[in-house]
């Protein structure tokens, strides 16, 4: 979409919406939750697939171009919802319709939203993994919490429904303040971000987008 904007050559924006379609066809599950990873076939009947510096070996009788199975790096398991690629579907799919004005692209990330909404604890910052709510790993993950903010706040800009469009950043700012009150360090870095379990602290992007939440917040008074 930059590339489309720069050289006003309209391919670029429409390989960005089939991809971004194809995102929503293999990663946003029926109910809006989302799953991390897709491996497919790419052509060639490979029966291992590298996963993260793993190779897995999997029964793959796909056709090219099809799914094979689906796969979590960073989450709880493959059934469930790492959060910051929950945060990550309502931000990218609120971007990707910003972008191309492609209907069933806001859909996805209403749908993102909701089932993120959903599944919130107390305080709005959600586990690394919406299936172990600090059961087995006990960490949370700011990052995520950030990233769903501007997500939140992108839909408010571009949802045509104006009391949705005030939900989303009435929900949106709620996150912020959760984030400044309860998980802001004293040298204004956020704590509690997990990149992969176990490892709980002071991640850079959280960081980065809770920035970018804050402005805005201030240029949209």
């Given at each position: 979409w930059?590339?489309?904007?720069?050289?006003k050559?309209?391919?670029?924006?429409?390989?960005?919406r089939?991809?971004?379609?194809?995102?929503?066809?293999?990663?946003?599950?029926?109910?809006?939750?989302?799953?991390?990873?897709v491996?497919?076939?790419?052509?060639?009947?490979?029966?291992?697939?590298?996963?993260?510096?793993?190779?897995?070996?999997?029964?793959?009788?796909?056709?090219?171009?099809?799914?094979?199975?689906?796969?979590?790096?960073?989450g709880?398991?493959?059934?469930?919802?790492?959060?910051r690629?929950?945060?990550?579907?309502?931000?990218?799919?609120?971007?990707?319709?910003?972008?191309?004005?492609?209907?069933?692209?806001?859909?996805?990330?209403?749908?993102?939203?909701?089932?993120?909404?959903?599944?919130?604890?107390?305080?709005?910052?959600?586990?690394?993994?919406?299936?172990?709510?600090?059961?087995?790993?006990?960490?949370?993950?700011?990052?995520?919490?950030?990233?769903?903010?501007?997500?939140?706040?992108r839909?408010?800009?571009?949802?045509?429904?104006?009391?949705?469009?005030?939900?989303?950043?009435?929900?949106?700012?709620?996150i912020?303040?959760?984030?400044?009150?309860?998980?802001?360090?004293?040298?204004?870095?956020?704590?509690?971000?997990?990149?992969?379990?176990?490892?709980d602290?002071?991640?850079?992007?959280?960081?980065?987008?809770?920035?970018?939440?804050?402005?805005?917040?201030?240029?949209?008074?």
């Open positions: 930059w590339a489309t904007a720069e050289t050559d309209l391919q670029w924006r429409d390989m960005g089939d991809h971004a379609l194809k995102s929503t066809e293999w990663l946003l599950r029926d109910d809006g939750s989302v799953m991390q990873s491996h497919y076939n790419p052509g060639d009947g490979r029966q291992k697939f590298t996963s993260s510096n793993a190779v897995l070996t999997y029964e793959n009788h796909a056709p090219a171009g099809a799914r094979v199975f689906t796969h979590s790096h960073q709880f398991s493959a059934e469930g919802t790492w959060s690629g929950q945060g990550w579907a309502v931000y990218g799919f609120a971007e990707a319709y910003r972008a191309t004005g492609e209907p069933r692209l806001l859909q996805a990330s209403e749908k993102a939203a909701a089932w993120a909404l959903d599944h919130l604890p107390e305080d709005d910052v959600p586990w690394y993994d919406f299936l172990d709510q600090g059961v087995h790993f006990r960490n949370r993950d700011t990052s995520a919490a950030a990233i769903l903010a501007g997500g939140l706040l839909l408010s800009e571009v949802e045509k429904d104006q009391a949705r469009a005030s939900g989303y950043r009435q929900r949106g700012e709620q912020v303040q959760s984030l400044v009150d309860r998980y802001l360090a004293p040298n204004g870095a956020l704590r509690h971000g997990c990149t992969t379990r176990p490892f602290g002071m991640v850079l992007y959280g960081d980065y987008y809770l920035l970018e939440d804050l402005l805005c917040l201030e240029s949209h008074q």
